[in-house]
């Protein structure tokens, strides 16, 4: 019987000196895998542990809940989850890799491996008879890598993945550490080297949550100076509550001279040319003329009108007198109006809409009918989104009610 207990005893401890050496040695980080060129990723960890209600609401409300049952069966076999995607913002799609973690399983994810692909030489294919279903026809390729599992569409792409490993995306790896998500997970996108690194961003990172009641979204916009030093500071006193409504979108700063800079970085050099000659006759600097915007700007989208109340309104009489009329300047398509310490854009004065809040920090707020975009919606579908300034990022907060998801499900089914 001792004997017994010795030998039980000695299978334990080589078990979890297995484990200790799989966990710890052999199975590397998943922060590894986000390579240096990678420019998206999203990241869904300790999958296996979170909660799948939201989830599973969201499959029911959209009409998929024969997933939900695949769903249960399969979750335990995944810890974390990546998807990399790589090349330009606006081809991000054609070059993706995903990167699943099946931790402890790594076993049991393999030995179910046969059901779906077929062994050829040092790939998993996915067979041909899953592939209409699950990859539009495509060749996929799956690859183990110490404890993880690779695939994607293009072998180039995958391999790309291996060959960059211990040299991460430090940006995107900074991104990552913000927010924990939950069973939607996060995507996190890297802005360096793009037009959004003009504004002063250096990336973003996306949640999104259903609760039955709304499906709601939160984009934090990343960066230092730019666009996140503009929206900082707010106005101590919110003048333009009234005139908050259906189709009206709202804009504030407490300087807007800091958008400036911004709109130097992006003008193209023929336009500046335009500012220059402005700025020679009116004596004012495109700075200047910004910092006259009274920390408020209200517009009704739908409408095409606008108001911009004003600080000091010498320089801009001085601009009408040069361009136009005393009180009315057209520009094009775009008429202006001053009236007292207003300027007005289009043919008639915004008036005052149904009104609203604004929180101290709140930069931005829109409620915007789908209607506007498409006619085949109703007039009660909508979308809201609200901007905070918070510390280092700029948060966009979008919500869908039940009603306006309902609406969008049924035009995708059509």
Same mark, same amino acid.
């Given at each position: 019987m001792?004997? &017994? $207990?010795?030998?039980?005893?000695?299978?334990?401890?080589? %078990?979890?000196?297995?484990?200790?050496?799989? *966990?710890? +040695? =052999?199975?590397i980080?998943?922060?590894?895998?986000l390579?240096?060129?990678t420019?998206?990723v999203?990241?869904?960890?300790?999958?296996?542990?979170?909660?799948?209600k939201p989830?599973?609401?969201?499959? &029911? $409300?959209i009409?998929e809940?024969s997933?939900?049952?695949? %769903?249960?069966?399969?979750?335990?076999?995944i *810890?974390? +989850? =990546?998807?990399?995607?790589?090349?330009?913002?606006?081809?991000?799609?054609e070059?993706?890799v995903?990167?699943?973690?099946?931790?402890?399983?790594?076993?049991?994810?393999?030995?179910?491996?046969g059901?779906?692909?077929?062994?050829?030489?040092d790939?998993?294919?996915?067979?041909?008879?899953?592939?209409e279903?699950?990859s539009s026809?495509?060749?996929?390729?799956?690859?183990?890598y110490?404890?993880?599992?690779l695939?994607?569409d293009?072998?180039?792409?995958l391999?790309?993945?291996?060959?960059?490993?211990?040299?991460?995306?430090?940006?995107?790896?900074a991104?990552k550490k913000?927010?924990?998500?939950?069973?939607?997970?996060?995507?996190?996108?890297?802005l360096?080297?793009?037009?959004?690194?003009l504004?002063?961003?250096k990336?973003?990172?996306?949640?999104?949550?259903?609760?039955?009641?709304?499906?709601?979204?939160?984009?934090?916009?990343?960066?230092?100076?730019?666009?996140v030093?503009?929206?900082k500071a707010?106005?101590?006193?919110?003048?333009m509550?009234?005139y908050?409504?259906?189709n009206?979108?709202?804009?504030?700063?407490?300087d807007?001279?800091?958008?400036?800079?911004i709109?130097?970085?992006?003008i193209p050099k023929?336009?500046?040319?335009?500012l220059?000659i402005l700025?020679?006759?009116?004596?004012?600097?495109?700075?200047?003329?910004?910092?006259?915007?009274?920390?408020?700007?209200?517009?009704?989208?739908?409408k095409?009108?606008?108001i911009?109340?004003?600080?000091?309104?010498k320089r801009f009489?001085?601009?009408?007198?040069?361009?136009?009329?005393s009180?009315?300047?057209?520009?094009?398509?775009?008429?202006?109006?001053?009236?007292?310490?207003?300027i007005?854009?289009?043919?008639e004065?915004?008036?005052?809409?149904?009104?609203g809040?604004?929180?101290?920090?709140?930069f931005f707020?829109?409620?915007?009918?789908?209607?506007?975009?498409?006619?085949?919606?109703?007039?009660?579908s909508?979308?809201?989104i609200?901007?905070?300034?918070?510390?280092?990022y700029?948060?966009?907060?979008?919500?869908?009610?039940?009603e306006t998801?309902d609406?969008?499900?049924?035009?995708?089914?059509?």
């Amino acid at each position: 019987m001792r004997r &017994l $207990k010795i030998l039980l005893l000695s299978l334990l401890a080589c %078990l979890l000196v297995l484990v200790a050496g799989y *966990k710890y +040695i =052999y199975h590397i980080p998943g922060k590894n895998f986000l390579v240096k060129n990678t420019r998206a990723v999203y990241v869904n960890e300790n999958f296996n542990r979170k909660s799948i209600k939201p989830l599973e609401e969201l499959l &029911l $409300k959209i009409g998929e809940e024969s997933h939900i049952e695949d %769903l249960k069966k399969e979750k335990k076999y995944i *810890k974390n +989850i =990546y998807i990399l995607y790589f090349g330009s913002i606006q081809l991000l799609d054609e070059h993706r890799v995903g990167v699943l973690d099946p931790g402890l399983m790594y076993p049991i994810f393999k030995s179910r491996l046969g059901k779906y692909f077929e062994k050829s030489k040092d790939y998993y294919i996915l067979k041909e008879k899953y592939r209409e279903k699950y990859s539009s026809g495509k060749e996929v390729f799956l690859k183990g890598y110490r404890g993880y599992f690779l695939v994607s569409d293009s072998k180039e792409d995958l391999e790309g993945v291996l060959s960059g490993v211990g040299e991460s995306n430090e940006n995107i790896l900074a991104l990552k550490k913000r927010d924990k998500a939950n069973i939607f997970g996060k995507l996190l996108l890297d802005l360096t080297g793009t037009k959004g690194e003009l504004l002063g961003l250096k990336g973003s990172v996306v949640t999104a949550n259903y609760d039955s009641q709304k499906f709601y979204m939160d984009n934090k916009l990343v960066g230092e100076g730019g666009i996140v030093e503009l929206f900082k500071a707010q106005p101590e006193e919110r003048k333009m509550e009234k005139y908050l409504g259906k189709n009206r979108i709202y804009i504030s700063s407490n300087d807007f001279s800091k958008a400036a800079k911004i709109l130097a970085a992006n003008i193209p050099k023929e336009q500046k040319v335009i500012l220059d000659i402005l700025e020679s006759f009116s004596g004012g600097s495109i700075e200047d003329f910004l910092g006259d915007i009274d920390g408020e700007i209200v517009g009704d989208i739908e409408k095409n009108r606008w108001i911009i109340p004003l600080k000091e309104t010498k320089r801009f009489e001085k601009l009408f007198m040069i361009l136009g009329k005393s009180k009315r300047l057209k520009i094009g398509n775009i008429s202006l109006m001053m009236e007292g310490k207003n300027i007005y854009q289009g043919r008639e004065k915004l008036s005052p809409g149904t009104g609203g809040t604004l929180s101290k920090k709140e930069f931005f707020q829109g409620e915007i009918s789908l209607d506007l975009l498409d006619r085949k919606f109703s007039e009660k579908s909508k979308i809201s989104i609200k901007g905070r300034a918070e510390g280092d990022y700029l948060n966009l907060h979008t919500e869908l009610s039940e009603e306006t998801l309902d609406d969008i499900l049924i035009k995708m089914k059509k």
